[in-house]
Every structure is written in structure tokens, then in C-alpha cells.
């Protein structure tokens, strides 16, 4: 069975431009999550999904950041205008309900 | 929400057991304990979980005493490849408006040949 995929594995953009990360969950999984990861830190909740509801948000920085889920299935993290400070790795998880979480490689990020 | 504080490094060598403790004064009735794995460049993997007293599977145990104010995983005759970062998690398994992981640091274990 796949694993849950994102893409890209790599980003280096120049501040003040867009970017956007894509992610395919493990099939079925009705949840999805995005955090961020800083080096030497633990994953942070930017936004959680129940099938295609963002049911907790309260962690994503609006201004900047948005999410979507279309149909509940994949998911589309997006920013704009990026920040020097966005520069992290943003990870991508599913699952089944309140269950074990099965984690995507993640997209490195550079804002120059 | 329950807040878990575990060593920011551990060493060990090879052979060796490892037991990582990983302590949460303020765990709720409802919550569980979740261990996950991280290696450089991957996303976490999940390794065990449990509510109370022990809980084993093919690569860990986790052991959670009575007050569960605490909870050690431990590794059974540790290699080279288990050399990761570790983290606990304590959350409540009911899905409702306060349900939230807090991922702290990690423990960043090291294995020495």
C-alpha cells in the first residue's frame, strides 16, 4: 500500500513569492493534518482536517496561509507572500479517526 | 492540555537496552500516550501506544505506571539504525473541539557501535 506522498520534496523560492505543497493521503484515511517543522523542533499543527472540514485551524497564520481539501481526499497548503521566517519542513500526515498518524516525507523549504 | 517533558539527548551502545522516560504531570482521564520515531529527513513513524500498565509490540514496550504522571519506552537491544529522534505525545483519543497533539522537542538518541 502507498504511503501518504508529497510533493515537492524540495522548494527554494525568493521571499515575497508564492508557494504551494500537495500532498496524497493513505487511502481511506478520513483525516488529514499539515505541520511545520523547524530544525531541532517537533512538528507543529498548522491545520487538521476531517474528511474535507478544517476542523482545527486555530494554528494557521491566516494572513499568509491557506489550506484546501477538495473532496476530502488530497491537500493543497499554500503561502503567500513567503517569508524568510517560512522556511522550514512541512509534513504531511493522515489517518484513520483518532488513530495512529502515517506521515509523508515532507517539503523542505528555503525563502532566500 | 496534558504537556510532556522528555530528555533532549540520550546515548547508549549497541545491545544495550534503552529506556527513554518521558514525563506528563497533567494527563487527563481521557488521554493516551503515543511514542513516535523520526530519522533525519522523514517524517515521524509511530512505534507504540498505550493507556496504562505495560504495552509491548515486535519493536518496543511501554510501560505506564499506576499514576500515569509518566511513561518510559523502552528499546530492546538498540542498534545502529535506531540512532533517531523520539517523541512522546499525550492526547485525548475522543474526537471533540479540544482534541490536539503537542509535539515537544524529542529525545535525540544516539547509538554507539
Known amino acids: 500500500e502507498a504511503g501518504v506522498v508529497q510533493s515537492p520534496r524540495y522548494k527554494i523560492i525568493e521571499k515575497k513569492q508564492p508557494v504551494a505543497f500537495w500532498c496524497n493521503p493513505i487511502?481511506?484515511?478520513?483525516?488529514l493534518y499539515w505541520y511545520l517543522q523547524n530544525l531541532g523542533q517537533g512538528p507543529e499543527l498548522l491545520i487538521r482536517y476531517e474528511n474535507e472540514e478544517a476542523v482545527d485551524d486555530s494554528q494557521l497564520p491566516k494572513d499568509r496561509f491557506s489550506a484546501e481539501r477538495l473532496k476530502g481526499v488530497d491537500s493543497t497548503l499554500k503561502i503567500q507572500p513567503a517569508e524568510l521566517g517560512d522556511s522550514a519542513v512541512y509534513l504531511c500526515?493522515?489517518?484513520?479517526?483518532?488513530?495512529?498518524?502515517?506521515f509523508g516525507p515532507g517539503t523542505r523549504l528555503t525563502v532566500l | 492540555l496534558a504537556k510532556t517533558t522528555q530528555p533532549i539527548s540520550m546515548d547508549s551502545y549497541e545491545g544495550q537496552e534503552v529506556n527513554i522516560t518521558c514525563s506528563h504531570n497533567?494527563?487527563?482521564?481521557?488521554?493516551?500516550i503515543t511514542w513516535y520515531q523520526q530519522f533525519p529527513s522523514q517524517g515521524p513513524r509511530f512505534i507504540i501506544q498505550g493507556y496504562k500498565t505495560k504495552v509491548t509490540n515486535e519493536v518496543a514496550s511501554l510501560f505506564i505506571p499506576a499514576d500515569r504522571k509518566s511513561s518510559t519506552l523502552s528499546l530492546p537491544r538498540v542498534s545502529l539504525s535506531d540512532t533517531a529522534v523520539y517523541y512522546c505525545?499525550?492526547?485525548?483519543?475522543?474526537?471533540?473541539?479540544?482534541?490536539?497533539?503537542?509535539w515537544g522537542a524529542g529525545t535525540k538518541l544516539i547509538i554507539k557501535p
Open positions: 497533567n494527563i487527563a482521564t481521557n488521554d493516551y
Open positions: 505525545l499525550v492526547g485525548d483519543m475522543e474526537w471533540d473541539s479540544n482534541y490536539q497533539l503537542i
Open positions: 487511502s481511506g484515511h478520513n483525516t
Open positions: 500526515a493522515s489517518s484513520l479517526g483518532v488513530g495512529e498518524q502515517f
